[in-house]
């Protein structure tokens, strides 16, 4: 813990080679927080970017329809429009 505090390092503690969690010290998660206060504030769009990216739905939904074009199983949008 001192190490993450006074000399700012980071370690990933993993359980069967199975990243679990980070051991930060506080200024890391203080400079986060302030950086995320600061992109929330003053770059909504960012902030709705970084929030979706984050999701595993939308990214799930996001994926299958990225592979549902690679295999153009998909409806051409002419085709919605003219209906």
């Known amino acids: 813990m ?3 505090f006074y000399k ?7 359980r069967k080679n199975k990243p679990m969690a980070w ?3 506080e200024p890391f998660m203080e400079a986060i ?3 995320i206060d600061y992109i929330i504030e003053n770059e909504p769009a ?3 970017s970084l ?15 990225t592979e549902a074009v690679k295999k153009e199983e998909f409806i051409p949008l002419a085709t919605i429009l003219d209906e």
């Not at 700012?8 to 993993?14: N, V």
């Not at 929030?51 to 329809?65: F, M, P, R, W």
Request: aromatic share 2%.
């Open 23 to 25: 051991l930060v010290g």
């Open 33 to 35: 927080s302030k950086v």
């Open 51 to 65: 929030a979706i990216s984050l999701d595993e739905e939308i990214n799930t939904v996001i994926n299958k329809g």
């Open 46 to 48: 960012l902030a709705d």
């Open 2 to 4: 001192e190490l993450a």
């Open 8 to 14: 700012g390092e980071r370690f990933r503690i993993a």
